[in-house]
């Protein structure tokens, strides 16, 4: 068998694709499906008692605490209609700081004790669940033998029915809390964190004269960058299977120099699997909206209409899980990996963040009078005042080891976090902090909220790519998250830098009107304050330029490139101050999101410089060996016929080859030290030793590529991956 047979079959597994049958029944509308197996409010509406359903509204819409009187009826109705949609099971979904979902799944059934079962769910099941906790990351909140964990319901995340060949699942959105109420997961300190903004920004809108303002939430609008191969490929690579990145791979001769997969003609079969995850993200009630191809070859996007912070999280695990379980069915996996493919774009997961009620809709949408200019610029203003005093945090809520690979790169925003405003709007915010600066167009002294502002755009004429935080029109975009993470995690940070700020403006605004000065004066004279204390955040620029590392750097803004230099910033004063007085965590638990932090970057690394020195020993360097012998054979046949052979052949795999075996024994004693006793030491480990060790071989590696005989070579290879679909 040669080489290359792994390789060759998997083309061959590719060419002999079949799609899967048609899923759509002929006729069905798009709204006939939408939210079909989700327990929404129309649903409750048509099967609860009417008190009973204007108390969960209360919960839903207004903030309300949940009655456990009405529990009970919920519960009744859930399951009915969950056992009418074939559903035997319910589970609690959450979210543990794995990062992943989890699920506990348990049968409706109880037996009755007369040899038949009855099939039972109590207010007391919807609402609450003791999942063992001891298997989950808790960075030393919980020790062992404290096994115990809580769910809880969140009720304005709505349940929903999972269905699968094999049986349907009712699924109930939950917290994940340990016994002394720590958290445990991604979706308590979002509730915590929206909670917190929401009663700031309540307080800001009373000033603006709203004296009764429905309750603020986040919105959150994700877009989802992933990558589709075919599954023959992936599994033919153990780097890919095991780590979601190759760790080897030559840059294929063509690669996305052309531009010409961006906003392309979708793929056939790429279309056809768009359909189905959409089809089945409606049915969850998961608002899949745009999709397209993105830069690189084989990389596409979807963007779910935006939704409150905490569904759209939830809606966003569904949604990977969903893509994941689809790609299968279709012959392809989905990378969510934030690069898995070196030289090649990187995906990332563009957290959209505006916040607003049903009354005055969204907060962040410039109005066309001066008034709503005003308030408009004061939203803007928390912003740009949020992400200058925590541009540290938000780094780090998007600090891991995968996406290190993506910030910093030209090609997503650098790691220095700063705020793009637009023309416009800067321009404003310019004036703004001249402090009653001559507008060029009205030649009057600017006051905010008296005199005309200019109409502000709603619509961005100019976008800036190069920018973490980009405004766009009516929110703000956080480019940094990347692919695989959860939403929660930057959403948490805007919530509750948003939640200071407010709080700041708030207070400083009530002072100044208690104290008899005109409200229009105090709000211009904050505004200013804001601007000159953080208008430093603000850069329209490229954010790529080495100039601007330089302009960061004397404007004091952070650059923390990696997770390592992120991460402490989790345990700083300034952290915990604001997530303590905001009640979104306690030291505790933010000492817990470091630890973990940092095992996980480690745990990472560790997997790949593992799966480096296995596939670098066991399937290049054996590749290239038989190359070399195979040439050296070749040289001697050739000079016992007499013919003095040419042998750069020979020095072209021997050079790499022999850096192959030096850096893979580098690698195997660097993995054989010991990384240290703290977390801290662990991760330092695996970014000084392990990385570099891991980059070594894969540059010997990828050398052996361009020489090795294509008939030896047993990875798949980039060109293979990317243009094979
Ligand atoms: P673009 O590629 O131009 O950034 P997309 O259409 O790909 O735009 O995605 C924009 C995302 O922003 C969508 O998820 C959309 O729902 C979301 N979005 C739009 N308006 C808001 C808003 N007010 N608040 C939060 N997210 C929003
Ligand atoms: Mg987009």
Known sequence: MSGNAVRMQAIK????????????????????????????????????????????????????????????????AMKDWAMEKGATHYAHVFYPLTGLTAEKHDSFLEPAGDGSALAEFAGKTLTQGEPDASSFPSGGLRNTF???????????????????????????????????????????????????????????????????????????GPEQEYFLVDRHFFLARPDLLNAGRTLFGAKPP??????????????????????????????????????????????????????????????????????????????????????????INGSGKHVNFSLGNATEGNLLLPGDTPHENAQFLVFCAAVIRGVHKYGGLL????????????????EAPPAIISIFLGDQLADVFDQVAKGGATSSKEKGTLIIGVDTLPVLPTDPGDRNRTSPFA?????FEFRAPGSQQTVAGPMVTINTIMAEALDHIATELETAVAAGTEFNVAVQKLLEKIMTDHGAIVFNGDGYSDDWQVEAAA????????????????????AMELFGTYGVFSEREMHSRYEIGLEHYALSVGVEARLTLEVGATSVLPAAVRHQT????????????????????????????????????????????????????????????????????????????????????????????????
């Open 395 to 410: 780094r780090a809520s998007v600090a891991s080891a995968s996406n290190d690979h993506r910030l910093g790169a030209n």
């Open 630 to 725: 195979e040439v050296a054979l070749n040289l001697g046949a050739l000079r016992a016929a007499g013919v003095e052979p040419d042998a750069t052949a020979l020095e072209e795999v021997t050079a790499p080859l022999a850096e192959l075996r030096s850096a893979l024994a580098t690698l195997r004693s660097a993995l054989d030290e010991r990384g240290g006793s703290t977390a801290m030491e662990g991760a330092r480990h695996a970014q000084d030793a392990l990385l570099p060790a891991i980059a070594a071989v894969r540059a010997a590696a990828d050398v052996l590529e361009g020489v090795v005989a294509d008939d030896l070579w047993p990875l798949p290879t980039y060109q293979e991956m990317l243009y094979i679909l």
């Open 146 to 220: 404290e096994a115990r964990g809580y769910t809880g319901w969140d009720v304005t995340s709505p349940a929903y029915v999972l269905e699968s060949p094999n049986g349907n699942t009712l699924c109930i959105p939950t917290v994940f809390v340990s016994m002394n109420g720590d958290a445990l997961d991604h979706k308590t300190p979002l509730l915590r964190s929206q909670q917190s903004m929401a009663r700031h920004a309540e307080r800001v809108l009373r000033l603006f004269g709203h004296a009764k303002p429905d309750a603020v939430v986040s919105f959150c």
């Open 555 to 574: 404007r004091g803004l952070p650059n923390l490139r990696t997770t390592l230099d992120a991460l402490p910033e989790l345990v700083s004063e300034s």
């Open 13 to 76: 597994g590719v060419e002999a694709y079949v799609p899967p049958a048609v899923s759509f029944t002929a006729g069905e509308t798009p709204g006939e499906v939408f939210g079909a197996n989700v327990f929404s409010k129309a649903e409750m509406q048509k099967r609860l008692p009417k008190s009973v359903y204007k108390s969960v509204l209360a919960t839903i819409d207004h903030a309300a605490l949940l009655d456990p009187l009405v529990a009970d009826a919920v519960a009744a």
């Open 254 to 343: 063509k690669g996305q120099e052309f531009d010409d997969h961006y906003f392309g003609a979708i793929p056939g079969r790429v279309l056809g699997y768009m359909l189905d995850t959409e089809r089945e993200l409606f049915k969850l009630g998961i608002p899949a909206k745009t999709r397209h191809n993105e830069v690189a070859p084989g990389q596409f996007e979807i963007a779910p209409v935006f939704e409150r912070a905490n569904v759209a999280a939830d809606h966003q695990q569904l949604l990977m899980t969903t893509f994941k379980r689809l790609a299968r069915q279709h012959g392809m996996e989905c990378l969510f990996h934030e690069k898995p493919f070196e030289g």
């Open 471 to 475: 405004f766009t029109g009516n929110r």
